[in-house]
């Protein structure tokens, strides 16, 4: 295959598919919203009420190592679809299941089995139909959630002025995967909860939810933070999203025995963390972090929307501590490349 990423690979050959019905939101997002009069969740007469949809596959070798435990896959696989409900601020009702697997091993299908009803129950998601057959281990799932039109978040509307925000504590999944690989030491302190990070995620469901009315955009950050951010201004010539190095949680990492270099490109670039990154005004402030404690979940205030000086300027900058700024280039997994995840070209001021 040439040389092209997932994203253009994507606008070349699938968008002239996509319905031109301005009622309907399409490829471009986390999930597609289409409008229905809608019986679901007791909403018989609530005419704005909106189905969110997504479908994302988890490959063998792709997107997990050979002796990824089934209960884990299984919850994972269901775990990464409600995160781009979440990001949508949707709430999950339901989700198809489409397996593809080399044998039947029946053990196997337990622990999966196990591990996507304990994130179904979890979340409070039914498994409503799917699809089974042979071939390569591959999973995919789509998941269906609601969301009255008008309240969904999506990725394209940032304002000039607004905080830049991000739930948790992304590059722990990059983290835990080098653990795995070899690539890091296992004796770490931070090790175990890495690895949870990686094999056990958590949808930031709540949060998504409780962000209604006060994020104006947001995405789920699977690719790498610095990547998925380039999506918020994708088609907002007229932003520049600043990140303040000085404000991004790198020091938890470090804490936690990740050498330095390393947790600085897990953190930008590492990706499968599944955290939201949105965008608020800061009259906001208290709610955003009044809606992070009701869920939860901690955030992180990482910098702010400006505008775009000239069209040519970086969608996405650095600025450093001593206030200079450097172009942020968008760091992260690509299924069409293959990268040592751990490898950034860009380093924190303290090692440049
Ligand atoms: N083959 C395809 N045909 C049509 N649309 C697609 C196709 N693949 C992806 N898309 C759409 O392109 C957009 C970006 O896809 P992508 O899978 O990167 O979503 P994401 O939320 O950024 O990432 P992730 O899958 O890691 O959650 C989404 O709106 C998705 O629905
Ligand atoms: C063996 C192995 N290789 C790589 C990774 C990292 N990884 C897998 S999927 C993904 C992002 C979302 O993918 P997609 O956009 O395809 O849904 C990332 C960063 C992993 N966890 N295991
Ligand atoms: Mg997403």
Request: net charge negative; glycine share 10%.
């Amino acid at each position: 295959m040439g040389k092209i990423d997932e994203f253009a690979l994507i606008a070349r050959f699938f968008r002239s598919c996509a319905p031109p019905e301005p009622s309907i939101l399409g490829i471009g997002d986390d999930a597609a919203l289409l409008p229905c009069a809608s019986a679901l969740r007791g909403n018989r007469d609530d005419a704005s009420a909106t189905l969110a949809l997504t479908t994302d596959t988890l490959v063998a070798g792709s997107h997990f190592l050979p002796d990824f435990a089934p209960q884990d896959l299984g919850w994972k696989a269901l775990a990464v679809n409600l995160s781009d409900l979440a990001a949508m601020g949707a709430e999950p009702t339901a989700f198809l299941l489409a397996l593809t697997l080399p044998r039947y091993d029946p053990e196997w299908l337990e622990g999966f089995a196990y591990g996507v009803q304990a994130c179904a129950q979890r979340y409070g998601v039914a498994l409503i139909g799917g699809d089974t057959t042979r071939g390569p281990l591959a999973i995919t799932i789509t998941a269906l959630g609601v969301v009255p039109w008008q309240a969904a978040i999506r990725r394209s509307t940032a304002q000039v002025g607004d905080d830049l925000w991000v739930s948790g504590q992304p590059g722990r999944a990059a983290l835990g995967l080098a653990v795995r690989t070899g690539r890091l030491s296992g004796d770490l302190p931070g090790c175990s909860e890495w690895i949870a990070a990686l094999e056990r995620p958590q949808p930031r469901i709540a949060l998504g939810l409780a962000l209604r009315g006060i994020a104006t955009a947001m995405l789920d950050i699977s690719d790498g933070l610095t990547q998925d951010a380039h999506h918020l201004v994708e088609t907002r010539p007229e932003l520049t999203l600043c990140v303040e190095e000085a404000a991004l949680p790198l020091a938890p990492l470090v804490a936690q025995g990740a050498p330095a270099e390393k947790a600085w490109a897990a953190l930008l670039g590492g990706g499968d963390d599944y955290e939201l990154l949105f965008t608020a005004n800061p009259r906001h402030r208290t709610a955003v972090a009044e809606a992070a404690r009701r869920a939860g979940v901690s955030v992180h205030r990482i910098g702010s929307v400006v505008p775009r000086s000239i069209p040519e300027a970086s969608p996405l900058v650095l600025v450093r501590r001593d206030g200079t700024r450097t172009t942020l280039p968008p760091q992260g997994w690509d299924p069409f490349r293959v990268a040592e995840p751990l490898d950034l070209d860009i380093q924190p001021e303290s090692f440049s």
